[in-house]
């Protein structure tokens, strides 16, 4: 693993011993092209939860590392979870950068967008959305069946200079250009 990877993971804080112990597994004897690593806190009524999402580029393979907080199987404990998912940069099949720019007319070349969007996919996860279709007669009453689609959903990073700051934004944008790059054409 790479120093400076290590590095980020310390400095976000989310239990990086834990961190740093499944991307070392993840990783193995690879070498890192490039790494993202968010750590962010999410609040809802009655709890503070933590996240922390790490993206690694090797030369064969994009690795995310999800760990969750989560409730303990005993009274009073804590845990959390650390998922790692691998896909080969050959089966990538999309990625897609949203950049949002707040003020876009004073926006100019080199400034680093609002939000940045990153979502990528290998087929490993997908989401179906149904509704109940309709034939467009108000008063018909007849069961048209559903209509839909299917998402690729197996990776999706949101960052805004506002929550997480424009270092941040920037950095997902180095690590987006750099995997862009890794999944161009082959030859």
Known sequence: MSHTLDQAVAVAG????LASSVLRTAIGDESVRAHF?????????????RHMTVLVVTET??????????SGHVEGAHEASAT???????????LAMTH????????????????????????VHSRIELEPA?????????????????????????VSAIA?????????????????????PRG
């Not at 690593?37 to 939860?49: C, I, N, P, Q, Y």
């Not at 720019?101 to 967008?113: A, I, N």
């Open 14 to 17: 989310y239990y990086p011993a």
């Open 134 to 158: 309709t034939c467009g007669d108000e008063s018909c009453d007849a069961d048209h069946g559903y209509s839909g689609g299917i998402t690729g959903d197996d990776t999706l990073v949101r």
């Open 61 to 70: 393979r994009l690795i995310r590392v999800h760990m969750d907080d989560g």
């Open 100 to 123: 949002v720019v707040h003020e876009p007319e004073k926006f100019s070349d080199g400034d680093t967008p609002s939000e940045l969007v990153l979502a990528v996919g290998w087929g």
């Open 37 to 49: 690593v968010h750590a962010e806190t999410t609040f809802d009524d009655r709890e503070v939860r």
């Open 164 to 184: 997480d700051g424009a270092q941040t934004v920037r950095a997902l944008s180095d690590f987006a250009s750099t995997l862009q790059r890794s999944i161009g």
């Open 84 to 94: 790692v998912e691998t896909a080969l940069l050959a089966s990538i099949s999309n």
